[in-house]
């Protein structure tokens, strides 16, 4: 039975990652809270998942024209070396300090975003545009969210996708650019926690059809995205975020 839940969570979830770009979070909330995993194997399951909907979610993306690649590249190089070190502060610092930093950035990210939503055309220049300042931001952007992501279990977009968006990215490009940048966050991640976790067959038997499941999710839910415009992305995108945030916030 719990392997069937699994299967079924990865599958939803991954399709909720392909749509908005956030949900991934709930991967190892589930595995932790009501499976009672140990946290090592559950973040090696979790992330490993976010590896797969990272490669298949970014590439129907940029398909889709939802891929601003020179800025994600900046981004995702930072992020690759912030979850490098999010992984060992995660040995270091307790998890619930991190996620509460972690949560307190999506609620004022989920506020700020409903605010200014139906507000495309207010925004200034173009944030693709890679000037040597911005290019610098995106860089430092990527190694902060990366270490708070890697070391609090978050994939990275339900983190990055509302902060994007308050940066100027459409809100499409912003899930796109985030599922990029969470490949680079999941490499590293997912290497870390599978070595921690390396002793469970359990686990390691399980990998597989976790993967399979939440790669079809992602399929499935990235290929309907473009059915829901920018402005009610964003407002799913805000409401969506404000939630998680005071969830685990406060329950």
């Known amino acids: 039975m719990s392997t069937a839940l699994i299967l079924l969570l990865n599958l939803a979830v991954g399709a909720c990652i392909g749509l908005t770009g956030i949900a991934g979070f709930l991967l ?33 993306y940029y398909k889709e024209g939802n891929l601003e690649i020179r800025p994600a590249a900046v981004l995702s190089a930072g992020s690759l070396l912030g979850a490098l070190a999010g992984v060992r502060v995660n040995l270091l610092i307790p998890e619930d300090v991190m996620q509460i930093i972690l949560y307190v950035v999506v609620l ?15 925004k200034q220049g173009d944030p693709a545009a890679l000037s040597r300042g911005r290019l610098v931001f995106y ?31 459409p809100a499409h490009t912003a899930v796109g650019m985030s ?11 997912a290497a870390g ?27 499935v839910g990235s290929k309907n995205a473009k059915k829901i415009n920018q402005t009610a992305l964003k407002r ?12 685990k916030l406060f329950w």
């Open 108 to 122: 004022i990210s989920g506020i700020s975003i409903l605010l200014r939503c139906g507000g495309e055309e207010e």
């Open 236 to 247: 799913i995108v805000a409401v969506g975020s404000i939630a998680i945030a005071l969830i």
């Open 193 to 219: 926690y599978l070595w921690h976790g390396a002793g469970e067959r359990e686990m390691l038997l399980l990998l597989i059809p976790v993967l399979i499941a939440h790669g079809i999710g992602v399929a």
């Open 139 to 169: 860089f430092l952007l990527g190694i902060v969210t990366g270490a708070v992501c890697a070391a609090s279990g978050a994939g990275g977009p339900v983190l990055v996708m509302p902060l994007l968006t308050l940066l100027g990215f």
């Open 179 to 189: 599922l990029f940048d969470s490949i680079f966050i999941a490499l590293p991640a």
């Open 28 to 60: 190892p909330m589930f595995y932790t809270g009501f499976l009672g995993m140990p946290a090592a194997e559950a973040l090696a399951l979790s992330f490993s998942a976010f590896l797969i909907s990272g490669i298949l979610g970014s590439v129907t």
